[in-house]
């Protein structure tokens, strides 16, 4: 039995980046031994298990052959005699087919440590065709190691073109496309994931709706440069492009959270509020904060400026954005510590007593933002 560190792991620690999970292949063993060794297996036909210390995976030398369409379609061989190079040579790109023995020595038979180098994405083998999940994954490496340097090998692009007017990624079960979309938003720049899967006429099939074009793609620059948060990235995407109907049915088709979706929809209801430098009038904003609930979710209003101070984030009025902001946020707070008893005592009740709250509400708004 022999057992190798693999992957991503070998990949970052090569690249200088922290390492985050550890991955092994062990080689020339069988289920049984693990088992007997306490390692616990992870699905009932699946050669992988779990240490029963460190819980970190540790996975059968396995080769593969697809049965079927789609991402799970597959038939899985795992044997003592298989290789570690066969192992290795059904992963996707060379720069995860590498291997460390426990003695420290890299094992790398498809060349990748020369394409980490290189700065290059490149599959291993024709067999990447076989998986179209894959297409989703070098678009997710690619934005999160374009601030590296790194770009798609030619003829891995062209393969990813081929892939794609095969039409298998339509197969692709929502959930994944979702969850490799959710990774390339927390990237360092997750535009380049949407601009290569457009570049490949992949967006009709995974995120139908996203158009990725300019204005959309430089609006999720700017909000990838001002914030790190996945859901704000999300949220701008929206401000311009959809109606809430339409967001509702795309995030229930990809099965992405509520909280995205409700992120989504209060960008798109807001898009003049977000793209004005200028904020409203006081009966405008009343009416702003009515809209997103302020009065019962303040939280709503630190959303909807964090995505107004990201549209301006990069501009010479981002300091005009900032005061007006902060004074909001007094005035909103004062607004909603109004107490309605006193105008209750007045006598008011009903649409008399909606009607005199709103406006004292509105005079905050107009004294505090002058």
């Not at 938003?185 to 994931?193: A, C, Q």
């Not at 704000?232 to 809430?244: D, N, S, Y």
């Not at 430098?277 to 904060?289: F, G, I, M, R």
């Not at 995505?307 to 990069?314: C, D, M, P, V």
Request: glycine share 4%.
């Amino acid at each position: 039995m022999e057992v190798y560190l693999v992957g991503g792991a070998i990949r970052d620690k090569l690249l200088k980046l922290p390492v985050h999970e550890r991955d092994w292949v062990v080689v020339g063993a069988r289920s049984e031994e693990l088992l007997n060794q306490g390692f616990q297996q992870v699905g009932k036909d699946f050669p992988v298990f779990l240490h029963p210390d460190t819980h970190e995976e540790y996975a059968l030398a396995r080769t593969e052959r697809k049965s079927g369409r789609g991402h799970t379609e597959f038939t899985v061989y795992a044997s003592p005699e298989v290789t570690l190079e066969q192992d290795l040579a059904r992963r996707d790109l060379t720069i995860n087919a590498i291997a460390e023995s426990e003695d420290g020595t890299i094992i790398d038979p498809y060349k990748g440590v020369q394409d980490l180098e290189a700065r290059k994405l490149r599959h291993v083998s024709e067999a990447f065709t076989e998986d179209p999940l894959r297409v989703l994954r070098v678009a997710r490496f690619a934005a999160r190691f374009a601030h590296l340097g790194f770009s798609v090998a030619a003829e891995t692009q062209q393969l990813l073109q081929q892939m794609s007017e095969s039409e298998e990624l339509s197969h692709l079960v929502p959930e994944r496309v979702w969850r490799e979309w959710e990774k390339a938003l927390l990237s360092e720049t997750p535009s380049v994931f949407l601009n290569l899967l457009k570049s490949i006429d992949a967006l009709p099939q995974v995120l139908p709706g996203i158009t990725a074009g300019d204005s959309q793609l430089q609006r999720l620059n700017r909000t990838s440069a001002y914030s790190d948060s996945a859901i704000l990235r999300f949220a701008c995407l929206f401000v311009e492009q959809k109606t809430p109907d339409d967001i509702k049915q795309f995030c229930r088709r990809l099965a992405i959270p509520n909280h995205y979706r409700d992120a989504a929809t209060l960008a798109r209801n807001n898009e003049l509020f977000i793209t004005q430098a200028k904020l409203p009038e006081a009966e405008s904003l009343s009416a702003t904060l009515k809209q997103i609930d302020y009065w019962r979710r303040p939280e709503k209003l630190g959303q909807l400026l964090q995505l107004r101070e990201a549209e301006f984030s990069r501009s010479e009025q981002k300091t005009t954005i900032d005061k007006q902001h902060q004074k909001l946020r007094l005035a909103a707070e004062k607004a909603s510590a109004l107490s309605s008893q006193a105008l209750q005592q007045q006598g008011l009740t009903g649409k008399a007593l909606g009607n005199a709250l709103r406006e004292q509400r509105e005079q905050i708004l107009a004294e505090a933002l002058v």
